[in-house]
């Protein structure tokens, strides 16, 4: 079946540092790809998508691109700051099924 | 503007009664869905729909039902509460079936089972 696995947190960075979040997946057709944010006490929202291989999903300075090789979609950002803190949720959708999603990655950025 | 909202946002309810979680979004949508959040898991799809009168079961449905009788709104309802209940339940919609779709979420209903 379909399956998302996102390197296990907390991920702890000082401010401006470089992020990367790991996400590999594996499913039975040609997938879309999604990382969702969710701040404290909130529901998750779409942080950048990407529907085919070699698409760049963007938003807020974070990018992922989609990885056919190596099955990967790897959260990214150059310059984090406080306000990233949250939960990171990487999921696919494969064959208009339902979203399944990983365990989520935890960030705390400290100031 | 168009939103998705759960109720309520706690509760707490003893063993063995039956709860009824509510959801409702003002977008239109035809698929919703229901997820339960727990540490170490992340989210697991409980049951979702495709449009009014379809209901189907997700991951982990046992002791759930849904029914879906208008576009706005599907309820979820635990038929017998059991402490491994306890959890954030999160719903989502989204405009197709399509793999293009993001979801929209809810704010979640935290509930304890006790």
């Known amino acids: 079946g379909n399956s998302v696995t996102q390197m296990e947190g907390p991920v702890t960075l000082s401010e401006e540092a470089f992020l990367t979040i790991n996400c590999t997946y594996t499913?039975?057709?040609?997938?879309?790809l999604f990382w969702y944010v969710q701040y404290p006490g909130e529901g998750l929202q779409l942080l950048l998508k990407?529907?085919?291989?070699?698409d760049k999903g963007s938003n807020k300075g974070f990018e992922a691109t989609y990885r056919k090789e190596t099955t990967s979609f790897h959260l990214e950002k150059g310059s984090v700051q406080v306000s990233d803190s949250a939960v990171y949720f990487c999921?696919?959708?494969?064959?208009?099924?339902?979203?399944?999603f990983g365990k989520g990655t935890r960030l705390s950025v400290i100031a | 503007d168009a939103e998705i909202t759960q109720s309520p946002r706690h509760k707490i309810t003893e063993t063995g009664r039956q709860v009824t979680l509510a959801c409702h979004q003002t977008?239109?949508?035809?698929?919703m869905f229901w997820y339960r959040q727990d540490l170490g898991h992340g989210l697991r799809l409980i049951h979702y729909?495709?449009?009014?009168?379809?209901?189907n079961k997700g991951e982990v449905s046992d002791g759930y039902s849904v029914s879906r009788s208008n576009t706005e709104d599907l309820p979820l309802t635990l038929e017998s509460a059991a402490s491994s209940q306890t959890s954030v339940y999160f719903c989502?919609?989204?405009?197709?079936?399509?793999?293009?779709?993001?979801?929209?979420f809810g704010s979640g209903t935290r509930l304890t089972v006790v």
């Open positions: 989502a919609s989204s405009p197709g079936q399509g793999t293009n779709y993001g979801y929209t």
């Open positions: 499913a039975t057709g040609y997938p879309s």
């Open positions: 990407a529907t085919k291989a070699d």
């Open positions: 999921a696919l959708s494969d064959l208009g099924t339902p979203l399944v």
């Open positions: 977008w239109n949508h035809n698929n």
């Open positions: 729909s495709y449009g009014v009168q379809d209901t």
